[in-house]
């Protein structure tokens, strides 16, 4: 099975990658944004489909949309850490192959994956049943929403100038709620806070 993966998140695209490949019978191929993973698709066909909902070029379920419009389309699939059950149901109702949160963990993620790429349609129950009730995420429970800001800062690999920058905040306030955010999830650096927001699914 041929599947594209496209994920504007280094860390996400290699751990799929990673999960896939250790699995045997699968072929990966990686975007880094919407625009790349239509050109990929031109140039070669896939047995599915992974789409990022929040990556640069995706326009919400547009990017979907438009994927689902080529003649040559394979099935498609969303993956998401942020969209909420009604952006799930949405783009399975638009004739999705399959919706996955960012949470999901690898067993999971696999066979939701060979699931996708012989023509079935999935998505958790649990996740759909969820509602607007559901629990937070664990991580947004324990941090402000400006060390939510910071840390999503972190995943994208940014200074702590750049973050600064982008948050209209002074540096000295991104110093000094890394080192905060860092005791609060247990990270002893920038790199483990990135992996462990991504591996949690939070971004």
Same mark, same amino acid.
């Given at each position: 099975? &041929?599947?594209?993966?496209?994920?504007?998140?280094?860390?996400?695209?290699?751990?799929?990658?990673?999960?896939?490949?250790?699995?045997?019978?699968?072929?990966?191929?990686?975007?880094?944004?919407? =625009?790349?993973?239509?050109?990929?698709?031109? @140039?070669?066909?896939?047995? @599915?489909?992974?789409?990022?909902?929040?990556?640069?070029?995706?326009?919400?379920?547009?990017?979907?949309?438009?994927?689902?419009?080529?003649?040559?389309?394979?099935?498609?699939?969303?993956?998401?850490?942020?969209?909420?059950?009604?952006?799930?149901?949405?783009?399975?109702?638009?004739?999705?192959?399959?919706?996955?949160?960012?949470?999901?963990?690898?067993?999971?993620?696999?066979?939701?994956?060979?699931?996708?790429?012989?023509?079935?349609?999935?998505?958790?129950?649990?996740?759909?049943?969820?509602?607007?009730?559901?629990? =937070?995420?664990?991580?947004?429970?324990?941090?402000?929403?400006?060390?939510?800001?910071?840390?999503?800062?972190?995943?994208?690999?940014?200074?702590?100038?750049?973050? =600064?920058?982008?948050?209209?905040? &002074?540096?000295?306030?991104?110093?000094?709620?890394?080192?905060?955010?860092? &005791?609060?999830?247990?990270?002893?650096?920038?790199?483990? =806070?990135?992996?462990?927001?991504?591996?949690?699914?939070?971004?």
């Amino acid at each position: 099975m &041929r599947i594209l993966i496209a994920d504007d998140h280094d860390l996400l695209r290699d751990m799929i990658v990673l999960y896939l490949d250790g699995e045997g019978g699968f072929t990966t191929d990686t975007a880094a944004d919407f =625009a790349q993973a239509e050109r990929m698709l031109g @140039l070669t066909s896939y047995d @599915l489909v992974l789409l990022d909902f929040s990556m640069p070029g995706m326009d919400g379920l547009n990017g979907l949309s438009r994927l689902l419009e080529r003649s040559d389309a394979p099935p498609v699939a969303i993956i998401s850490g942020t969209a909420n059950r009604d952006v799930a149901e949405q783009a399975l109702a638009a004739g999705a192959a399959g919706f996955l949160p960012k949470t999901l963990s690898a067993r999971s993620m696999v066979n939701a994956v060979r699931f996708m790429a012989m023509g079935e349609q999935y998505a958790p129950l649990d996740f759909l049943r969820g509602g607007d009730d559901a629990p =937070a995420h664990p991580l947004t429970e324990k941090l402000s929403q400006r060390e939510l800001q910071v840390l999503e800062g972190l995943t994208f690999g940014k200074s702590n100038k750049e973050i =600064a920058r982008d948050l209209d905040i &002074r540096e000295p306030t991104v110093k000094l709620h890394v080192k905060t955010l860092y &005791r609060k999830i247990g990270a002893a650096n920038r790199t483990q =806070a990135a992996m462990i927001a991504k591996e949690q699914g939070l971004f």
